[in-house]
C-alpha cells in the first residue's frame, strides 16, 4: 500500500544519474546478457538464471511471453512482457491484477503494491489516484467540501470507501486537504490502455496492462560503478556489498559525476559554479524557472536549471524532465548531466552548455541585427529539428512546447532540442493524452486546445510555425500586425492560400533573385502550410517531415 508520505517522500527525494559506461574485468557477471528478441539487456535487469547481477530479473523464453520478476527470488510473482525492454521501461500485463478486475473484488484496494528498495524504485503509468477513506468518518469542513468534489466507490464489504476524481485532467494530489493524511491513505491503480470514458465505473476504468518504470537511486548508481552489489540492511537501508578483491575498472568515459552523495555539496558545488546563481550569469527566463551559466571545476561549461519553487507542481516538472532525457539519446537534443540530489533543498538540473542561443534570438532576436542567419543555415536547422522531434515520436514522447525559444544552436549552428518540462510520455496504443492545454501561445495546436487532446500531431502544428518563423524572419506572435495576423500560422496560411509567397518568405534569404532558394522556400512554405492544418488529421506525420524537408534540399 502507498501512503501519502511513501508518494511525497518518493517526488522531492527522487534522484537520478547518468549511467557511467563501465568494463568490468574478470567480474562474473556480464555486461550485458542476450534476451532473444529483446536483444541485449543490462543491470538493473539479470538474467533467470543469473540473479546475482541484477535488482530484478527477465525469462526471456518463457510461453507464450517473456517474463519479468520485480524481485530476484526465484518465487516472486512474474508479469507477462508486451512490449520491447527499453532502458528504464516496459509494458507489461499483471496476471493478479487482471484477476481481480475480473471479478471486481475489492482486494485490489488491499493488495496491490509495486515493490521498492533503497536500491531503485518503479512507477507506473497511465494511472489514476484513490483515497480509501473509513466509511462514516467524521470530517472537517476543509475535508467535506474537497470529498464533494470526487466521484465515490462504496461497494466494497470492507470497512472504507474509495473516492477518486470525476475528471481524468483533475490531479487529486495538487487539492489534498492537510487533515487527509490522518484520516484516508493514498492509493494509485493503473488505467485500462486505450483509456475509458470519465462516466465508466470505477473498475471499467482500471486495466491490468500498464508501462512499468523503474529508477535507480543515487547510491545504487554509485556502487554499481565500481563494481559492488546494491543490497540492503534487515532495517531497509541502503548497502553496497564491494568485493573481498575489488575489481578494476576502466572508464570509457571519464567523466566525474557531477553531484555527490554528500547531501550539501552538490547545491553548494553549483552555486560556486554560477557564482551564487549571479543575475549576470542568466541564460534565459522560462516558466518553470530560470537557467544559469555555469562552470564545473572540471572545467567543463554547463547550463544549470533552477526551478522556481519547491512545491509539488515542480517537483512533478523536474522528475518529468529526468525521466524524459535520461532514456534519449540523439545528436540534436540537449544532454542532462544531472541533478541535485535527493537531499537537497533547491531543485537543479545540469545540461550541457550550447553556446549559440536560440534559433529564436538569431531569426527576429538580437543576434539576427548582427549576422542573420543564411539559408542554407535556416533549411539545416530545420531538417534537423525534424529529426530531434522525429527521435521523440518515435521514442513515443511528444516535446509539447516545440517553439525557436527552445531550439538551442552550438557554435557549428547545429540544433539542440531543449526544454522538456512539459513533454509526455506516450505510450504505443493510446490515440490520445487528454490534459489541460500548455505550452506557448502561437505554436500551440488549435485542436488540442479546443479538445485537450494531446498528439503526436500537436508537435507537427508547432514544427509548422517554426518552418515559417524560419522562411519569414516573423516572430510567431507579433500584436503590431493586422488582429487577424496576429498569429504567424494564420498569416502564413492566407499567403500561401493566395500563393502570395513574395509576402510570406524573407527576400534576403534569396527569395526572387535565386531560383534554387525560391524553390526550396516555396516548398517548406507548403510543407508549413500542410503541418498547420486545423485537422491533425490532415498533417503529415513528423518522419514524413524529415523526408519531405531533405527532399527539398536537392
Known amino acids: 500500500m502507498v501512503s501519502s508520505r511513501d508518494v511525497a517522500s518518493f517526488l522531492v527525494y527522487f534522484s537520478v544519474f547518468h549511467v557511467f559506461l563501465l568494463k568490468f574485468v574478470d567480474s562474473k557477471c556480464p555486461k550485458s546478457f542476450p534476451c532473444g528478441i529483446f536483444g541485449n539487456l543490462e543491470f538493473p535487469l539479470a538474467n533467470y538464471s543469473q540473479p546475482e547481477c541484477g535488482l530484478f530479473t527477465v525469462e526471456c523464453n518463457a510461453v507464450p511471453h517473456p517474463k519479468v520478476h520485480l524481485d530476484t527470488q526465484w518465487f516472486s510473482p512474474s508479469y507477462q512482457i508486451l512490449s520491447n525492454i527499453s532502458s528504464s521501461s516496459v509494458r507489461i500485463r499483471n496476471p493478479i491484477l487482471e484477476d481481480l478486475l475480473k ?18 524504485s518503479y512507477q507506473f503509468f497511465p494511472n489514476i489516484t484513490l483515497l480509501k477513506c473509513p466509511k462514516n ?16 466507490y462504496e461497494d466494497c464489504d470492507f470497512d472504507f470507501d474509495i473516492y477518486y476524481a470525476a475528471n ?5 494530489l495538487l487539492s489534498l486537504p492537510l487533515s487527509l493524511p490522518n484520516v484516508c491513505s493514498v492509493l494509485h491503480l493503473p488505467l485500462k490502455l486505450p483509456p475509458t470514458s470519465d462516466s465508466a465505473e470505477l473498475f471499467e476504468r482500471l486495466g491490468a496492462e500498464y508501462h512499468l518504470q523503474w529508477i535507480l537511486s543515487d547510491d545504487c548508481i554509485n ?29 570509457a568515459d571519464r567523466r566525474e559525476s557531477l553531484l555527490s552523495v554528500s547531501p550539501s555539496s552538490p547545491t553548494q558545488n553549483l552555486k560556486k559554479a554560477t557564482n551564487n546563481f549571479d543575475s549576470s550569469k542568466e541564460l534565459g527566463d522560462g516558466g518553470f524557472g530560470t537557467v544559469y551559466y555555469g562552470k564545473l571545476r572540471d572545467g567543463r561549461e554547463v547550463a544549470i536549471k533552477r526551478l522556481y519553487e ?28 544531472g541533478c541535485t540530489s535527493r537531499r537537497s533543498r533547491e531543485l537543479l538540473l545540469v545540461y550541457e552548455f550550447v553556446s549559440n542561443g536560440t534559433v529564436a534570438d538569431h531569426i527576429h532576436g538580437d543576434r539576427a541585427k548582427e549576422a542573420p542567419l543564411s539559408w542554407p543555415i535556416r533549411m539545416n536547422i530545420a531538417i534537423e529539428t525534424a529529426n530531434a522531434l522525429a527521435y521523440l515520436h518515435k521514442s513515443d514522447i511528444i516535446h509539447r512546447d516545440v517553439k525557436t525559444n527552445n531550439i538551442l544552436l552550438d557554435d557549428k549552428f547545429c540544433v539542440k532540442v531543449a526544454d522538456f518540462g512539459l513533454s509526455r510520455l506516450f505510450p504505443n496504443d493510446v490515440t490520445h493524452i487528454s490534459t489541460a492545454p500548455q505550452g506557448t501561445p502561437g505554436y500551440v495546436d488549435p ?5 485537450y487532446h494531446l498528439t503526436d500531431r500537436s508537435d507537427v502544428y508547432s514544427f509548422g510555425v517554426v518552418l515559417i518563423e524560419l522562411i519569414s524572419s516573423m516572430p510567431a506572435v507579433d500584436i503590431s500586425r493586422h488582429r487577424h495576423e496576429i498569429n504567424l500560422a494564420n498569416l502564413a496560411i492566407s499567403r500561401i492560400q493566395r500563393c502570395a509567397f513574395n509576402e510570406l518568405i524573407d527576400s534576403s534569404l534569396g527569395f526572387g533573385s535565386d531560383a534554387e532558394v525560391t524553390r526550396m522556400t516555396t516548398s517548406f512554405a507548403e510543407l508549413a502550410f500542410r503541418c498547420l492544418q486545423l485537422e491533425k488529421d490532415m498533417r503529415p506525420s513528423m518522419g514524413e517531415g524529415v523526408s519531405i524537408s531533405e527532399g527539398n534540399k536537392g
Not at 467524521?138 to 466521484?151: A, G, K, Q, S
Not at 481524468?168 to 487529486?172: A, K
Not at 485542436?447 to 479538445?451: F, G, I, M, R, T
Open 137 to 152: 468518518m467524521n470530517v472537517d469542513e476543509e475535508m467535506h467540501y474537497f470529498l464533494d468534489r470526487t466521484r465515490r
Open 310 to 337: 519547491h512545491n509539488y507542481k515542480r517537483v512533478e516538472q523536474f522528475i518529468n524532465e529526468i525521466k524524459i532525457l535520461t532514456c534519449l539519446r540523439h545528436p540534436n537534443l540537449v544532454s542532462l548531466y
Open 168 to 172: 481524468s485532467n483533475e490531479n487529486l
Open 223 to 251: 556502487c554499481h560503478r565500481k563494481g559492488g552489489q546494491c543490497t540492503s540492511t534487515g532495517n531497509n537501508e541502503f548497502r553496497c556489498e564491494e568485493e573481498k578483491n575489488p575489481l578494476k575498472l576502466i572508464l
Open 103 to 120: 471479478s471486481k473484488s475489492c482486494s485490489l484496494f488491499l493488495n496491490f503494491s509495486i515493490p521498492h528498495t533503497p536500491s531503485i
Open 447 to 451: 485542436e488540442y486546445h479546443q479538445c
